[in-house]
């Protein structure tokens, strides 16, 4: 009986870790939890705020948002690509590689919010005239139109500092930082949820503006968000090293830009064809009326918020697993991971039953119809089932681009929405007379594919490999890098 406890201890021990590495995943995973369960939080309470205004109104935001949803997720694309370079940097100090990695984002954060303004300002009105189909229900099509085009052209000039926001968060995150970006999105979802409640609803002398207070109190938080993070980042050189003359020029070595290119280009592109993919499946729905975008909307607010601890271990995961890679301990980054792809799971199971419970509450917060109430509650039922899934799914996505096979995210990520979801939302909505509920459920089922897909390429360990090709102690940079 002795010999077959510890025949199975080390088995348990690959999906258990002990408490220091717990504890060194909450120093990771709780500030940016915090982060982003606060920030979406808040931004359920805007959503709620909106939609006391009215559910054209509400729908008018919501399509707006699946809009700069592109334009974020393919900055956080472009940034995330580089900085799977950034972690394995750090990870081998390399101050010099951090450097011109943050120059790239940088630089790449610009050119997308000026691509960006060039479609939205111009076409912004047309994207959203897309969206909008009477169905069964009795929206105001026109109102929505305007709503949706008014908030949009004010998020406008929020982007730049979003943008940057997100340059420097990611980057302190790759370097273990994570309290200072906490801090910064805390302060800006709180400066957004004072001046919504002042703007939209005119309090306090304010005149009341409806979803153009919502906007302006965003954009506000977002220039709030960046002066923070901005500040002190460059107050605290020597405990950043890298950030030391990170402005004296915008030059970054060509054949580091070659390497941060093959490596960012397959995630921005799987980051970008992702939301779009979203937006395309959110047309879709639309197709079935103003009802359904009102309910989606209501059901994507909670569920935004609780997934947020998936997400952020899923941030972890990146970031553990790619030092660790880094260091060139690779032995050590399959043993975590598979301890990060568990604990990632168990949390996701609770957050799961969470919104199966809170379901049939939460969609009474809203000033609409019952019918669109309904429909919100059987969406946050199916995305408490579906939870656990996401979870997985997540863990497994971050474990392949830690080590850096961009190109497999890309097909198991947004590649598997275009190619296997859309097609089947697509053929439901357009050719089918099923429900609305029991479309939603069956594109939810479509992720047990991509799980399968995912523990595959996860337990092979393709993903097992180092790119700096350092193995520490390297304080000023390679060659490669420095030149």
């Not at 399509?63 to 995330?80: K, P, S």
């Not at 697993?321 to 399959?334: N, S």
Request: charged residues 10%; proline residues 3%; contains cysteine.
């Amino acid at each position: 009986m002795q010999q077959l406890q510890q025949n199975n201890h080390p088995k348990r021990l690959k999906l258990i870790g002990d408490r220091a590495f717990y504890k060194k995943v909450l120093l990771i995973a709780v500030p940016i939890m915090l982060q982003n369960g606060i920030t979406n939080f808040v931004n359920m309470l805007d959503n709620i705020m909106v939609g006391q205004v009215g559910t054209e109104q509400m729908s008018g935001v919501s399509i707006a948002n699946q809009l700069t949803l592109v334009f974020n997720m393919a900055v956080f694309g472009a940034v995330a690509g580089a900085g799977i370079l950034g972690a394995q940097f750090f990870g081998s100090k390399n101050n010099d590689g951090l450097r011109h990695t943050m120059r790239f984002k940088i630089l790449c954060g610009v050119i997308l919010t000026l691509l960006a303004a060039l479609i939205l300002i111009p076409f912004g009105g047309t994207l959203i005239e897309a969206f909008l189909h009477q169905g069964e229900s009795h929206g105001d099509l026109a109102a929505t139109l305007t709503y949706g085009r008014n908030y949009l052209l004010i998020m406008l000039i929020g982007m730049l500092p979003s943008a940057l926001s997100q340059v420097y968060s990611s980057t302190l995150r790759e370097t273990g930082q994570t309290i200072v970006p906490m801090i910064s999105g805390i302060v800006a979802v709180l400066v957004d949820l004072v001046f919504n409640y002042i703007l939209i609803f005119g309090k306090f002398g304010a005149p009341a503006l409806g979803v153009e207070g919502a906007a302006i109190a965003t954009v506000l938080s977002r220039f709030v968000e960046l002066a923070i993070i901005v500040v002190w980042t460059h107050q605290h050189t020597e405990q950043l090293p890298f950030i030391k003359d990170l402005y004296r020029s915008l030059h970054v070595p060509a054949r580091l830009v070659k390497q941060l290119l093959r490596v960012a280009t397959p995630l921005f592109f799987n980051e970008l064809l992702w939301s779009l993919a979203l937006a395309f499946l959110a047309q879709c729905y639309s197709m079935l009326g103003l009802d359904v975008i009102a309910a989606e909307n209501i059901a994507n607010t909670l569920s935004n918020v609780t997934n947020v601890v998936f997400a952020s271990l899923g941030g972890s995961v990146g970031i553990i697993v790619g030092q660790l890679l880094g260091a060139g301990e690779l032995e050590k980054a399959r043993e975590e991971d598979n301890q990060l792809i568990a604990f990632s799971m168990f949390c996701s199971v609770i957050t799961g039953i969470l919104l199966i419970l809170i379901a049939p509450l939460f969609p009474q917060l809203y000033n609409t119809a019952p019918e669109i109430q309904h429909i919100a509650m059987r969406f946050i039922q199916i995305q408490g089932l579906s939870a656990p899934l996401l979870g997985f799914i997540n863990a497994s996505y971050f474990t392949l681009r830690s080590g850096g096979k961009t190109i497999i995210t890309f097909f198991f990520d947004s590649m598997f929405l275009w190619v296997c979801t859309i097609p089947a939302v697509t053929i439901m909505v357009r050719f089918t007379s099923l429900p609305v509920v029991l479309v939603f459920l069956i594109d939810h089922s479509l992720d047990l594919i991509k799980c399968a897909i995912g523990f595959v390429l996860v337990k092979k360990g393709v993903w097992l490999q180092n790119l700096t090709g350092e193995q520490g102690g390297n304080q000023n940079g390679s060659e490669s890098c420095a030149d």
